[in-house]
């Protein structure tokens, strides 16, 4: 089952607001489907690859019974959930060193909705339902609910003050939409994210021959590579090095991009197969669909590249 999905606020803060709506904080982690039956657990990714041996610490999640949850793995650091910390754990799939790194610094599961209990189908009951179903169970360690509160405009205030991602609100009669993009969950983030693919890369101006900046883009409704920006920041020591040897192999002569890439950002880019999926972090975007202040916070093969059209 792939996770419903919330729109995008109009502006930021712009929330929803009124006694039919709830609101959670926004986390800043993977989003991760806990499918428990039969006395196992199988943790799914938002395009429903398997992620389970990559956090062994939320095997306690098969006591359960039988039970689908839908929530996000954070990784807390200095008491705030962070991306970056994550990404060391979201692509390991050895079993020991999964096990060393849950037991160094073990990540939490958050988790915000039910959708089946005891055999039975939750989706198509309103929030409000599947929420009380969620608050009867005993969860497991390092597995907590996601709390409510019920004025979001104090939340987006609290959540800025704590460097927190973003708020989500919620209707509360709202049924449960797989795998769809629904206005009855909205969702606003103190700074914008988006997935993109990577077109090119370019060395540092030091002649050094590292990588010091990606080239991005989207596809647009006709399949079209469309250019996002370049963005050099997040890409510092071992990430960088870590993103040459992944694109290394999807070099190409050409540009890949269906418009033109500014003269600027494409000085000495080397291109490459838009195949590598990049999670950044953004201000805004201009009229003409650049992305501003981007931040490249990891790649990402748990989750599809989001559509140019998509603001």
């Not at 979201?90 to 055999?119: E, I, K, S």
């Not at 963005?231 to 269906?258: I, K, T, V």
């Amino acid at each position: 089952m792939e996770p419903m999905l919330a729109t995008p606020a109009p502006a930021p803060a712009a929330l929803p607001r009124g006694r039919d709506w709830v609101f959670e904080v926004k986390w800043d982690g993977v989003r991760v489907l806990a499918d428990a039956h039969d006395g196992a657990v199988r943790l799914s990714s938002r395009n429903e690859r398997d992620v389970t041996p990559a956090y062994p610490e939320l095997g306690g999640l098969a006591a359960l019974g039988d039970v689908l949850l839908d929530g996000e793995v954070v990784l807390m650091d200095a008491g705030r959930p962070s991306f970056a910390a994550l990404a060391e754990r979201m692509h390991v799939r050895d079993l020991r060193r999964a096990q060393a790194l849950a037991a160094a610094r073990p990540v939490t599961y958050v988790v915000f909705d039910v959708l089946r209990h005891d055999g039975q189908d939750l989706t198509g009951l309103p929030l409000d339902a599947r929420r009380a179903v969620l608050d009867g169970l005993v969860l497991p360690e390092h597995v907590q609910t996601s709390p409510w509160y019920d004025d979001g405009d104090d939340l987006w205030q609290v959540t800025a003050a704590h460097g927190l991602e973003g708020v989500v609100a919620k209707r509360r009669d709202a049924p449960y939409r797989p795998g769809r993009r629904s206005p009855d969950w909205v969702k606003s983030a103190h700074r914008r994210t988006r997935t993109a693919l990577v077109g090119a890369w370019r060395p540092e101006s030091t002649g050094t021959g590292r990588l010091g900046a990606v080239l991005l883009g989207a596809p647009d409704a006709t399949g079209g590579l469309r250019y996002l920006c370049r963005a050099g920041s997040g890409l510092g020591g071992p990430a960088a090095r870590a993103m040459r040897a992944l694109l290394a192999p999807h070099e190409r002569s050409d540009s890949p991009f269906a418009d033109d890439v500014p003269a600027l950002d494409a000085r000495g880019a080397v291109w490459c197969e838009p195949v590598v999926v990049v999670e950044t972090l953004y201000l805004a975007r201009t009229p003409s669909g650049r992305l501003r202040q981007p931040v490249v916070r990891g790649v990402r093969t748990d989750a599809t590249v989001d559509p140019w059209e998509q603001p």
